[in-house]
């Protein structure tokens, strides 16, 4: 028997109880089904970061750090209390699928890092993140990585 008790889509609104100022790690995957110009090429990952940025200077959210790799894009958010979270990087992807043609996979994932997960346990997850590009071979030294806003550096003091 299957068990079909779970949401269609599961919603990833900010709950109220939830601290202003949680960061999220947030990862985006390309449609792995569709053939597709991957996020690293250079006129697209300009774009897409550029939109990153945009939408930080709007208040839409709050980077710590946004990397991008080919098939995904890793980012550790803060979003305003007014706004969905859902809502906000369904409005991102949306754009980017109308503009750039990309094809997102649905949907996104989430993990909210509680404040335990602050210092040393940030640390090792923004480092895990920055190594993406080098355990992919992408890369040598994450340092080498140009798609990527690292931020992270104000909130580990």
Known sequence: MIYRGF???LH?????????????HIRIRLDRDK??????????????LKSAEFYDSKFRWHI?????????VHA?????RDRSMSRVIGDWKHFHARKNRIEWQEGFFDHRLRDDERGEQLQAKVNCIRQNPVVAGLCADA???????DRSSQLLG
């Open 64 to 72: 710590a750090l946004f990397l991008l790799m080919p098939d995904h």
């Open 7 to 9: 949401p269609s889509k």
């Open 35 to 48: 053939e597709q110009t991957p996020l690293t090429d250079a006129l697209l990952a300009t774009t897409l």
């Open 76 to 80: 550790l958010l803060a979003f305003p």
């Open 12 to 24: 990833h609104d900010v709950p109220p109880w939830v601290d202003p100022n949680s960061l999220f």
């Open 143 to 149: 340092k080498e990585w140009p798609w990527v806003i």
